[in-house]
């Protein structure tokens, strides 16, 4: 559906493939970026034990087909040079609230179905493991491939897809281990939320000459859209707690008495259905308004989980409240 697709149709096999590889040699050329990105929250170090994840909007697709740069010969990146940019701008600032994250801190990387949000992760992890390991350069003069950041001699970084899951990497963990770096995210499809079809989107914006933040004020607002697009936001809030209330759980198992930081890359729509509920404001394009409008790319918005499921949002300015402990989530029907 070109650029009306933010994660919520079957991705073309092309968009399976065109993750990682490639990516390093787009980005390393590229110099840092100074502070680019306006109101992002910015990741603080969790408390013991806490769960923290950043939902973050996906960066920009190449704005044409000239934009696209090219992984390697006959092969495209989904992202295009400023996305590239801005994914460079929230890692840079993400790697170094990891280096002041507490000790024992897990990090690790959630990516959806979606070509442009597995590159993004990849620049994280980039700058992730470059903290921990060093730079290629860097290791060439240390052997043993130590930590070269001071205070992280004991932390490791585990690649996911060679290890098979995060249980196997769990194992391998011991009470020598300091911080740990787990590089290629896991796929989580449209992070707990379901993937549903917005053909109608593109049809509203021609037929009633509005754009996308038009039409997702619309869908938050009208049920008659909702029914349109066979889905409502009270819905997708709903899956978005399970899928926290889940992962919760997990990483508790997996990491007992750690802190663990997950940046969780995904779409504008699910994300803004979900701060706005977390916020527990109405839902509605007004309230879409009074929150300064949809999420930006590479913003976030900060969920921290305490252990006893009690949970704290911090978007742009705002702050609330919320219990991941609640038996009922409201699931209004299209």
């Known amino acids: 559906m070109g650029f009306f697709n933010r994660g919520h149709?079957?991705?073309?096999?092309?968009?399976?493939?065109?993750?990682?590889?490639?990516?390093?040699?787009a980005v390393n050329p590229l110099p840092q970026?100074?502070?680019?990105?306006?109101?992002?929250?910015?990741?603080?170090?969790?408390?013991?034990?806490?769960l923290e994840i950043i939902e973050r909007r996906h960066p920009l697709k190449p704005k044409t087909a000239d934009d696209a740069m090219e992984a390697r010969e006959g092969e495209k990146l989904a992202l295009g040079l400023d996305g590239i940019i801005e994914a460079q701008a929230a890692a840079v600032r993400y790697a170094e609230s990891f280096k002041n994250a507490p000790a024992k801190t897990v990090v690790l990387g959630y990516v959806s179905n979606q070509g442009r949000t597995g590159e993004a992760a990849s620049i994280f992890d980039q700058e992730l493991r470059h903290v921990v390991e060093g730079s290629s350069a860097d290791l060439s003069a240390n052997e043993n491939k130590t930590s070269l950041e001071p205070g992280l001699?004991?932390?490791?970084?585990?690649?996911?897809?060679?290890?098979?899951s995060l249980e196997a990497i769990a194992a391998q963990i011991d009470d020598q281990t300091d911080k740990v770096v787990i590089v290629n995210a896991e796929r989580h499809s449209n992070m707990g939320m379901r993937e549903w079809d917005m053909g109608a989107l593109k049809q509203d914006m021609?037929?009633?000459?509005?754009?996308?933040?038009?039409?997702?004020?619309?869908?938050?607002?009208?049920p008659e859209t909702q029914i349109r697009y066979k889905v409502t936001p009270e819905q997708i809030a709903g899956e978005g707690r399970v899928f926290l209330q889940e992962q919760a759980a997990k990483m508790k198992e997996l990491f007992p008495?750690?802190?663990?930081?997950?940046?969780?890359?995904?779409?504008?729509?699910?994300?803004?259905?979900?701060?706005?509920?977390?916020?527990?404001?109405?839902?509605?394009?007004?309230t879409l308004e009074k929150l300064g409008g949809m999420i930006g790319t590479m913003e976030g918005?900060?969920?921290?989980?305490?252990?006893?499921?009690?949970?704290?949002?911090?978007?742009?300015?705002?702050e609330?409240?919320?219990?991941?402990?609640?038996d009922e989530v409201p699931q209004s029907e299209v």
């Open 301 to 318: 918005a900060k969920i921290t989980i305490q252990p006893d499921g009690e949970a704290t949002i911090s978007y742009r300015d705002m």
């Open 33 to 50: 970026p100074e502070e680019i990105i306006p109101d992002e929250v910015t990741a603080q170090a969790p408390d013991e034990a806490s």
């Open 206 to 222: 021609q037929s009633l000459g509005i754009d996308e933040v038009g039409a997702l004020k619309k869908w938050l607002s009208e």
């Open 9 to 25: 149709e079957t991705p073309s096999p092309e968009a399976e493939t065109e993750m990682t590889p490639g990516i390093t040699e």
């Open 320 to 326: 609330a409240r919320f219990s991941l402990n609640d």
């Open 257 to 286: 008495g750690r802190p663990v930081m997950i940046n969780a890359i995904g779409h504008s729509w699910e994300y803004d259905a979900q701060i706005i509920s977390f916020l527990n404001e109405k839902m509605s394009g007004e």
């Open 153 to 164: 001699e004991d932390s490791k970084v585990f690649d996911l897809q060679e290890a098979g």
